[in-house]
């Protein structure tokens, strides 16, 4: 079965372009479209696609308000945001609302079709400009990640039992995660990193590696410390107190 989508953006070139583009995807189908949060909201209750791909700033109704929504009226639908902001007063709420993935414009198109298949499988997708937000946000204590980041972090189980059960790695139980120590000194200096928002690419330049090398050492710590992306890893090493 593919993953049906529902494209949501005021911009019709936009919508297009997606919609030309998804349709490429053999696993993908784009059921349906619109151009405000209040035709989202409609179009997701006739429709119920698997994931709705939005932008934040729609008239009628925006996007942070319109995922909230429909996070209550269709729990399983899995919510992505694809904008051109990444600062702290968008990620924020829209991670607050309930979205499963919060991506910019400017993302190649086969990063997307990943992220996509990701977030439907249940997993989270963070641009790293947003993560670097949440990492912020969360080393100031300015909110509860047990009561905020937890709702999403981790797959919705209601949610799930609509759709296919996401890959379990390592182990569910939060205080049997593994500590630092089980990190090389190069994994501690990518998870550090990875916490500060950086991209893989990112952390390649500063750190005088390759890409792919970075991509291994990322495996490896993920293994290693039971999580199942980059964005956990990244928000269970601030939980902790191992990076600031």
Do not use: C
């Not at 784009?30 to 008239?59: I, R």
């Not at 829209?94 to 990701?118: C, F, M, Q, S, T």
């Not at 249940?122 to 937890?150: C, K, R, T």
């Amino acid at each position: 079965m593919p993953i049906t989508i529902l494209l949501a953006d005021d911009h019709a070139m936009v919508r297009r372009g997606l919609h030309v583009f998804l349709t490429t995807q053999q696993d993908m189908e784009v059921v349906g479209e619109a151009s405000n949060g209040q035709e989202a909201l409609a179009q997701a209750e006739l429709l119920k696609p698997d994931v709705v791909l939005m932008d934040l700033h729609m008239p009628v109704m925006d996007g942070i308000e319109t995922a909230r929504r429909l996070r209550a009226l269709m729990p399983g639908t899995r919510i992505i945001v694809l904008t051109s902001f990444s600062d702290q007063d968008h990620v924020v709420p829209a991670v607050r609302a309930g979205v499963k993935g919060y991506l910019l414009k400017d993302i190649d198109p086969e990063d997307l079709a990943v992220a996509i298949r990701n977030v439907h499988a249940g997993q989270v997708e963070l641009h790293p400009a947003a993560a670097g937000q949440l990492m912020h946000v969360l080393a100031s204590s300015e909110w509860s990640i047990n009561d905020q980041l937890s709702k999403h972090i981790t797959a919705d189980q209601s949610a799930d039992s609509q759709h296919q059960e996401p890959k379990q790695v390592g182990k569910s139980n939060e205080t049997s995660l593994g500590g630092p120590d089980m990190l090389t000194r190069r994994e501690q200096e990518v998870l550090g990193l990875i916490a500060q928002g950086l991209s893989n690419k990112e952390i390649a330049v500063q750190l005088v590696i390759t890409e792919k090398t970075v991509k291994t050492h990322v495996s490896h710590l993920l293994d290693k410390l039971g999580l199942a992306d980059r964005t956990q890893a990244a928000l269970h090493a601030v939980r902790n107190g191992w990076v600031v």
